[in-house]
């Protein structure tokens, strides 16, 4: 049973009189649980495919079925609730709002699904301290290093139990050691939350973490290939 | 899929927080409203203090008063006026006390400003040619020395009959009666004084005045069109039903005098205390709605300083919209987060407003500058206008917000 499935995948872009052709004719399906890295390099169209697998974006053409439901006939307001509740984004820029505590940005998706204010605070902070954040709940955004930003952004993420999480390279802006605590900390909850996680980057390195790494070149898929660990 | 509801204290707290990162620059934006606010509850409490006056005033004058000026009438009310034609004269104020049984009494008023002096102390005071008529019409009594008697009507003599306070101004402790003062440089000698009487409703003082005799202000003081010219006559009724019904006798018996053919409009204007009550009411209402209005458009252009300032703060926070949405609000939710913060801006703006115009009317009330009435109503109703200026005026900035596209705001730098 597949959780995402593309068929006939384009999207392009207006170009002064025609079209730009960014996604063509992309066709993929990804199973609940899977671990998937997308890699290609810059410009490819990565995170063009990214943000319409999010529902940030709609395709030009073609059909997406997310959980079996098609997504081009829904309203804004339709997508923003899958959103909130069957994905989670991490960024590479971590996207945290400032002047506010990394509780309360974790707090973010249930305000938005209604959970009352004692519940929240309570997932709120197990989801810190799943991602291993326990004594830096109340700092603020600019009192944390780049690779606790980014574990606040996976509190984030998985907190409304989201089924799907969705990175795009989120490693791009820290070091190598924390980039790769960052993708173990995928992994785990890959492996012990049963999270759903599409990656996507263009180095190599970390796209070896994932199980299954689809390469995209020029908008096209060129190579979609299983990881052996 | 389940439709959330979201506290409403959630949205609360984030413009709390979205308002104090900008103090100085929320402040700013709420001087608009502040000073909108302020400026409609002075305004309206010095237009409730006219009224309020005005009234008083009316009730401490006695309930069978008339007065006849000269001017037309027109069905919106009173046009002409003081500035008008003079048409009355003594000899109609004598006609009507004479003829129409339902007056008792007509005081004829001839009146102007003048300087008077005595030695070389001077002052500045309000001249009345009358006859002991205006005197028995307003209960108003000699303190000592005496009142006009017929021969000085007859002869038109430069005598005075002095108020208390003009009595202080001139003479301090020394004696005034038969003291000579000029006013206009005519001699005049004080017969008497009168009682104290304190201001009236609106806060004038009565004792500050000068009488005379009627005809010697026709004759020898004051410029008058023809001979036998008054301003206005005083009357006083039997009764204060008789202020109604004598109105038609007195119309024709003028029209008679006066020469007025059918197709002539009248060229008198009568009233008794309610009807002037009414007249000065309603030019103190106009007053009133004049200040409001020219207030509430200062309470505009605080509003538009709202939109303006909601609008860089939207564009300002572009990325943090972008997050919200990728994280699932609706674009309902982004809207009144924006409206919300707008609202709160604005409610600031008029608390701080009803405030300073509270404060405001009372020191006009205590300076003695104007008399000022303030009203609950007239301090929430600038209050809750404050709110809807801001949910106007944050509208168009929180709907913009809304209709962002999330990648776009992500990307936005
Ligand atoms: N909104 C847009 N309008 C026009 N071109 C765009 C837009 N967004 C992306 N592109 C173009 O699409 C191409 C792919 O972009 P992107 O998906 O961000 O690549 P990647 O994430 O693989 O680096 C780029 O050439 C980029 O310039
Ligand atoms: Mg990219």
Not at chain 2, 12 to 39: E, W
Not at chain 2, 236 to 252: G, V
Not at chain 2, 304 to 319: A, D, F, P, Q
Not at chain 2, 342 to 369: K, R, T
Request: net charge neutral.
């Amino acid at each position: 049973m597949s959780l995402i499935e593309l068929k006939n995948i384009c999207k392009s872009y207006p170009l002064g009189d025609g079209e730009l052709p960014i996604l063509k004719n992309i066709n993929l399906q990804i199973k609940n649980g899977e671990f998937v890295a997308i890699m290609g390099p810059s410009g490819s169209g990565k995170s063009t495919l990214m943000n319409i697998l999010g529902c940030l974006d709609k395709p030009s053409s073609g059909q997406y079925l997310l959980d079996h439901k098609n997504i081009e006939s829904l309203s804004s307001d339709e997508l923003a609730d899958i959103r909130n509740q069957m994905i989670g984004f991490v960024f590479q820029g971590f996207n945290l709002l400032s002047r506010t505590s990394a509780v309360e940005n974790v707090e973010l998706p249930m305000v938005y699904s209604g959970v009352d204010k004692t519940e929240r605070r309570r997932k709120a902070e197990k989801a810190l301290i799943d991602v291993g954040l326990k004594e830096r709940m109340y700092h603020q955004p600019n009192q944390l290093s780049g690779g606790q930003q980014q574990r606040v952004a996976i509190a984030r993420a998985i907190v409304n139990e989201a089924p799907i999480i969705f990175a795009d390279e989120p490693t791009g802006n820290l070091d190598t050691k924390m980039s790769v605590e960052i993708m173990h900390l995928f992994q785990q909850l890959n492996r012990d939350l049963k999270r759903t996680i599409i990656l996507v980057t263009h180095e190599e390195d970390i796209a070896r973490f994932a199980d299954r790494i689809i390469h995209i070149v020029d908008g096209e898929i060129s190579i979609d290939e299983k990881v052996m660990h | 899929m389940k439709k959330h509801s979201i506290d409403i204290s959630v949205i609360f707290n984030i413009a709390i927080r979205a308002i104090k990162a900008n103090k100085m620059r929320s402040i700013l934006t709420s001087l608009g409203i502040i000073i909108g606010v302020a400026a409609v509850i002075v305004m309206l409490a010095i237009g409730n203090g006219a009224q309020k006056s005005i009234q008083n005033e009316m009730k401490s004058m006695g309930a069978n008063i008339m007065m006849i000026r000269s001017g037309v009438a027109t069905s919106g009310g009173v046009r002409g006026g003081f500035g008008s034609q003079p048409t009355m004269k003594l000899s109609d104020g004598n006609a009507i006390e004479e003829k129409i049984s339902k007056i008792k009494s007509a005081a004829p008023v001839l009146s102007e400003g003048a300087q008077i002096i005595y030695a070389n102390t001077n002052w500045s005071t309000n001249i009345t040619g009358t006859d002991n008529r205006y005197f028995e019409i307003k209960e108003w009594a000699i303190d000592y020395g005496r009142s006009f008697v017929e021969t000085d009507v007859k002869n038109a003599t430069k005598v005075a009959i002095l108020g208390q306070t003009v009595v202080n101004e001139l003479f301090g402790d020394v004696d005034p009666l038969n003291r000579t003062i000029r006013i206009k440089g005519v001699p005049f000698v004080v017969i008497g004084v009168l009682e104290k009487r304190g201001e009236n409703g609106m806060g004038q003082d009565q004792d500050d005045a000068v009488f005379i005799p009627i005809s010697t202000a026709q004759k020898k003081l004051m410029g008058v069109s023809f001979p036998d010219q008054v301003h206005m006559v005083m009357l006083q009724a039997i009764d204060s039903q008789s202020t109604y019904t004598s109105q038609d006798e007195i119309r024709a018996l003028l029209r008679q005098r006066h020469n007025l053919g059918a197709n002539k409009d009248d060229d008198f204007i009568i009233m008794n205390l309610t009807q002037m009550m009414e007249m000065m009411e309603n030019s103190t209402k106009i007053m009133t709605i004049l200040l409001g209005s020219i207030a509430s458009i200062s309470l505009l252009v605080g509003g538009i300083g709202i939109m303006n300032i909601m609008l860089v703060s939207v564009t300002e926070r572009t990325r943090e919209i972008g997050i919200r949405m990728a994280i699932g609000a609706r674009s309902w939710d982004i809207r009144r987060q924006f409206l919300m913060e707008s609202l709160v801006l604005s409610f600031i703006g008029g608390l701080i407003g009803v405030i300073i115009g509270i404060i405001g009317s009372f020191i006009i009330s205590a300076s003695g500058a104007m008399t000022t009435e303030l009203s609950l109503f007239y301090v929430i109703l600038p209050f809750s206008f404050s709110g809807l200026v801001g949910l106007f005026f944050g509208y168009f900035p929180a709907y913009k917000a809304s209709l962002l596209n999330p990648i776009n705001a992500l990307r936005y730098e």
